[in-house]
Structures are given as structure tokens and as C-alpha cells.
Nanobody, 123 residues
């Protein structure tokens, strides 16, 4: 069974930072498009960052591109999401996703998912 595992979530004050990590015991992540999504309470899952290894490029929506950084450690085959200047509206469950055929904003088209890690931004 394919498994992605996220870690690094927690409670942080507004203006603070967190780094999320994603790894897998079954996928060689260097060979996959990778992404982070988030799902705020009562809302749909939304794309927050993607990494296209084939073109060595990243994709982040305007809402986070000045605050979030997606990166990969190709040696450890680990994906990261560095989140800076966090605000209460960033509170959500954050998911790691992987696909070898799709790279984009549509959650339903990604193939593999982790269980998610909770990020709560509150004073």
C-alpha cells in the first residue's frame, strides 16, 4: 500500500513559522510530481505548493507564494514546506500528494496522499 507520511504540524502563533515534511516508505519521491494541499475546517482541499521535478520548477498560488517555500531533499527523498508569516487563515490540515502523471491545482487528479498534519495558527 502506498504511503505518504507528513510531519511537522502543530500550534504556532500568528507571524510564526513551521516546516512540514513528507516522506514515503513505498514511493521513490524523486520520480514523482509532488505537492502540498490544505483543507481548512469546513472547506474544500486547496493546492498550496507544487514541485515539478522534470522541469525543476515550483508552483505556488498568489495567496502563499510570498510566504511559503516548497523544496525537496533528493538524497533523503523528502519533501518540505516552509511556511513563514503564518496567519489564522492558514489553519488547516496539510496534506502531501504525489503523482507521476499530473501536476496542477486539482486535488482529485493527484494519485497518492498522506493522512495529513494539523497546523493551527492562534495566539
Amino acid at each position: 500500500q502506498v504511503q505518504l507520511v507528513e510531519s511537522g504540524g502543530g500550534l504556532v502563533q500568528p507571524g510564526g513559522s513551521l516546516t512540514l515534511s513528507c516522506t514515503s516508505s513505498t514511493l521513490m519521491l524523486n520520480n514523482y510530481y509532488m505537492a502540498w494541499f490544505r483543507q481548512p475546517p469546513g472547506k474544500d482541499r486547496e493546492f498550496v505548493a507544487g514541485l515539478d521535478w522534470r522541469h525543476d520548477s515550483t508552483l505556488l498560488p498568489d495567496s502563499v507564494k510570498d510566504r511559503f517555500i516548497i523544496a525537496r531533499d533528493s538524497v533523503k527523498e523528502r519533501l518540505y514546506l516552509r511556511m513563514n508569516s503564518l496567519q489564522p487563515e492558514d489553519t488547516a490540515v496539510y496534506y502531501c500528494a504525489a503523482s507521476n502523471r499530473y501536476f496542477g491545482y486539482t486535488a482529485e487528479l493527484w494519485d497518492y496522499w498522506g493522512q495529513g498534519t494539523q497546523v493551527t495558527v492562534s495566539s
